[in-house]
């Protein structure tokens, strides 16, 4: 009958069906079925997968094949683009202790899988499944099926269903882990916000503030000296002088005593008021009314302005405008005369109206048209990257040259075009959604496939001593977080928050992130630190997940 063959047929249509299927209902569970606000997410699509093939649903081995690996490009792909702006300047000051404990939480989970492997008998394939799916890290699984697959030719169902058995208590032991340092430490949430509060090198944010130049020693120097003064990088974008003027300011300015300038900056702090005045309040906004000064946002949708810096656009000698803030995929930048700009950067400038309009005209501002989406970057990144993939690599002690398959290769590609496509003017900007589409359509096929694959042997080798799996994986997931989460706290001084959101980076699981973040309404380390390692973790889960099948298979 046809309906029976539409679930158990053969060919590409009743492919397509039973992995829509699948896909579906593994959405459906992952937005209906959560234990107290914490969900196996889309990891869902996986468990269908397996139950649609146990149940004898099979997709062709031509659809299987190309879902799997074209879903897992996408997806790396997709993400390397969001990280690869952030992933240099993430070993700036303070990023690199942080993403050096991440690195020591990546090491010693594959030294623990090893371990488990070389005590147990365990096949290191399959250890290596366990292991990314106690650390809930889906990338790391797809690259260790590739590499396993370009070594050997074959597909090895046992990476998918040791990732399967050991995922969902991996996402629960990474929350035990957290409160038991809790408890260990005996933290108590109130006194650890005071400490952040004391601290210093809280994360810059960009702001502003008014104060009346008071100091005689700043009266005669220039905008730009004031920088040199305070030791802080800071823009004065208005200037009221003593006899009522209002003017926008250039770098060569002479400021005196009695000025009144709104000082914008991303490390306001009190030395600095001292130094140049008294705080005061103006009522700018006011002023405007009579100087014809605006406050306005321009977004860069201008193909031409991509990769150039501030201080080349000269603003200020074409428009008679300043820029003072420039937003950037939610986080707020100062606008210095080095900072490179990027397609969707949203400005902030300060003009009078005329001049404001004619700039935003010269700088694009149509946000329509940052809804087409750039498939050139997309798809010829795609090609690099999966040139680079293949690109043989020969490593001592190896008998046969090491590649990095089409998941890091993708994964790296997209990396630097992120971080340094800008530079060479190359549009590389997607939207929020767009990327999301991208990445969420892209891990979908993978784990549908892979759960197809593995499907057929994952109830048998589950009864088999597979159950042992789940065991390994718990401690997998809490050994390495138990440890280095110790040493971190009381060797490394840090304090609970920004802990949270490293072990969530590390672990790259958002339930994770999204339990450290509900533990503080004043601060944002956790979310900050799980942004700062996030990008060398994903890259690092991606490259261990393939040398543990080459070097110890």
């Known amino acids: 009958m046809w309906f029976h063959d539409l679930f158990f047929g053969t060919g590409i249509a009743h492919s397509i069906f039973v992995l829509a299927l699948a896909i579906g209902c593994g959405i459906f569970l992952a937005e ?21 093939s146990h149940f004898g649903m099979q997709l062709d081995p031509r659809v299987e094949s190309f ?10 792909y997709s993400i390397g683009l969001q990280v690869g702006p952030g992933f240099f300047s993430s070993f700036g000051k303070g990023g690199l202790k942080l993403n050096m404990i991440a690195a020591s939480i990546v090491l010693l989970g594959c030294i623990t899988a090893w371990a488990i492997h070389a005590i147990s008998g365990e096949d290191m394939a399959t250890m290596t499944g366990v292991l990314f799916g106690a650390v809930t890290n889906t990338p790391g699984l797809g690259a260790a099926e590739q590499a396993y697959q370009d070594v050997t030719g074959a597909v090895n169902p046992d990476i998918a269903s040791g990732y399967a058995m050991a995922y969902p208590l991996g996402v629960v032991g990474i929350l035990v882990s957290l409160m038991l340092l809790k408890v260990f430490f005996r933290i108590k949430l109130d006194k650890e916000e005071e400490r952040v509060q004391i ?4 994360v810059k944010q960009v702001q502003h503030f008014d104060l009346e130049i008071t100091n005689p020693q700043v009266d005669g120097l220039r905008v730009r000296d004031l920088s040199l003064l305070t030791h802080v990088t800071l823009l004065v974008s208005r200037v009221l002088d003593a006899s009522g003027t209002e003017f926008m300011p250039d770098a060569d300015t002479i400021l005196h005593t009695g000025d009144k300038v709104r000082i914008v900056t991303d490390s306001v702090n009190e030395k600095t008021v001292l130094l140049l005045g008294q705080a005061i309040t103006i009522a700018w906004e006011e002023k405007e009314k009579n100087v014809h000064l605006v406050n306005q946002h321009i977004v860069i949708t201008n193909p031409k302005i991509n990769g150039k810096k501030i201080m080349d656009l000269k603003v200020r000698e074409a428009f008679n405008i300043t820029i003072t803030r420039v937003r950037r995929a939610g986080i707020e930048l100062l606008a210095t005369p080095e900072l490179i700009l990027q397609l969707g950067d949203r400005m902030t400038v300060v003009g009078e109206q005329e001049a404001v309009g004619k700039m935003a005209e010269a700088f694009g501002n149509n946000l329509k048209k940052l809804d087409t989406p750039n498939l050139a970057s997309l798809f010829i990144g795609v090609v690099l990257g999966v040139t680079l993939g293949s690109l043989p690599i020969m490593l001592p002690g190896l008998s046969q040259p090491f590649k990095l398959g089409i998941a890091g290769g993708s994964l790296i590609v997209a990396i630097l075009i992120g971080a340094f496509g800008t530079k060479y003017h190359v549009v590389t900007y997607t939207t929020t ?30 009864l088999d001593g597979g159950y042992l799996w789940i065991g390994y994986g718990v401690i ?3 050994l390495p977080l138990l440890l280095i989460g110790f040493a971190a706290r009381k060797w490394g001084k840090l304090d609970y928050f920004t802990l949270m959101g490293l072990i969530a980076g590390s672990t790259t699981d958002p339930p994770a992130l999204a339990y450290a973040t509900s533990q503080s309404t004043v601060n944002d380390r956790a979310a900050v630190a799980y942004s700062t390692v996030y990008p060398m973790t994903m890259f690092l889960r991606v490259l261990t997940g393939q040398l543990l099948i080459v070097l110890f298979l």
């Open 32 to 52: 209906k079925l959560k234990i107290k606000g914490i969900t196996l997410g889309i990891t869902w699509i996986l468990f269908c997968a397996i139950a649609c």
């Open 67 to 76: 879902a799997k690996d074209f879903g897992l490009i996408l997806f790396v």
């Open 199 to 202: 601290e210093k090198g809280e």
């Open 433 to 462: 959604s767009a990327n999301l589409m991208i990445r969420e359509i892209g891990i979908a096929l993978f784990l549908g496939a892979v759960g197809f694959g593995a499907g057929k042997t994952f109830i048998p080798t589950l």
């Open 476 to 478: 997998i997931t809490m």
